[in-house]
């Protein structure tokens, strides 16, 4: 409005009076003034939405920060579990082949403390130790080694209960 009037003051026939152009001037002052005010507080805002922009910034900085910060102990913290499973897991292996180590020594040692019978053979499929002169593995069937001696697979009724032990050199 202002500048409305000082347009329309300015336009006016030189004719004015003192009064007029008094008045013309201070109109314009006044929209001078007006005008510098609202720049400088446009500033003032411009200043202070860029401080709060800045400062926004800074804040979602920080938060990444702290994100990055946690996904870095959270993968340090999925690679120690990762170390701790795998260490489990090579305990359970060496416990499992230690108890199998320990059930073969005391087989061993059980079979040393036997007296082996004379013609016994040791299965070749599944080591099972059979009786002297066996035909057939007790436990899988298998037959034993050409080397060994067998009773032929007779039928109970024709061997009388007579078993003998025969000793055939290499060669």
């Known amino acids: 409005l202002a500048r409305a009037m000082a347009n329309s003051l300015r336009d006016a026939p030189p004719a004015m009076s003192d009064e007029e152009r008094q008045l013309q001037a201070s109109l314009e ?9 609202r720049q400088e507080r446009g500033d003032a805002e411009l200043a202070s939405d860029l401080a709060a922009t800045e400062s926004l910034a800074e804040s979602e900085a920080r938060e990444r920060e702290r994100i990055e910060a946690g996904d870095a102990q959270l993968a340090s913290d999925v690679a120690a579990v990762d ?23 005391e087989e061993r040692q059980r079979r040393q403390g036997q007296e082996r019978k004379e013609g016994a053979w040791d ?31 007779l039928p109970p009724k024709m061997r009388f209960g007579v078993e003998l032990e025969l000793i055939v050199p290499h060669g």
């Open 29 to 37: 002052d006044s929209y001078r003034h007006a005008k510098r005010y």
């Open 83 to 105: 170390q701790l499973i795998e260490a489990e897991e090579n305990e359970l292996q060496r416990l499992a082949l230690q108890e199998m180590a320990d059930a073969l020594e």
């Open 123 to 153: 299965c070749q499929r599944c080591t099972l130790q059979n009786r002297p002169y066996a035909a057939r593995c007790g436990a899988c069937g298998q037959v034993p080694p050409a080397a060994v001696l067998t009773f032929a697979d």
